[in-house]
């Protein structure tokens, strides 16, 4: 317990996702040629707890991915890790404040992009509106994530150029 240990081992397919991409399931095998073990545990309120052991694996997914564009201008929301997956399919991705939005200096970024649930943590965002929808309206993209309303938090600003 509490070890860390590098393994190498190859990846073949099981399955093509579509396109060029495909999907891979590989064990993950010990020096010895045994395969790693796993305790897998399921615990709701509404069912008995399960717990079970399986072999170890690796899931991943080869992608086709071709970006267009090369700057992002991202509004952080609840915490997600869009921003470093834009950064590793190459995108120049820049954390914008509330005065970055306000600035009206948006043009510099191919797209926008908001974090998930951007609308229920920053208040400023229900400010923003005026200023992003004079970017998309200049040719800007906008991308909105999930937001949500319910009793623990209400999106009251406008997100899209149309009611939803």
């Known amino acids: 317990m509490g070890q860390g240990q590098s393994l190498k ?4 397919p099981v399955n093509a996702a579509g396109g060029n991409d495909k999907a891979y399931t590989n064990t993950v095998y010990d020096p010895e040629g045994k395969p790693y073990r796993e305790l897998v545990q399921i615990n709701y309120d509404h069912i008995p707890a399960i717990s079970y ?9 080869s992608v086709d991915c071709r970006i267009a564009g090369k700057s992002i201008g991202y509004i952080a929301g609840a915490g997600d890790k869009v921003p470093q997956a834009l950064n590793a399919m190459g995108y120049k991705v820049t954390m914008l404040k509330e005065e970055d939005v306000r600035s009206g200096k948006l043009t510099a970024y191919d797209a926008v992009v908001t974090g998930v649930r951007a609308y229920n943590t920053n208040e400023w965002m229900s400010d923003a509106y005026d200023a992003l929808m004079a970017y998309v ?4 993209v906008l991308l909105v994530q999930y937001n949500t309303s319910n ?9 899209g150029p149309y009611d939803f």
């Open 137 to 140: 309206h200049n040719g800007g």
């Open 53 to 61: 052991v399986r072999d170890a694996a690796v899931q991943s997914l």
């Open 9 to 12: 081992f190859p990846f073949s």
């Open 151 to 159: 009793f623990i938090s209400q999106v009251k600003s406008r997100i």
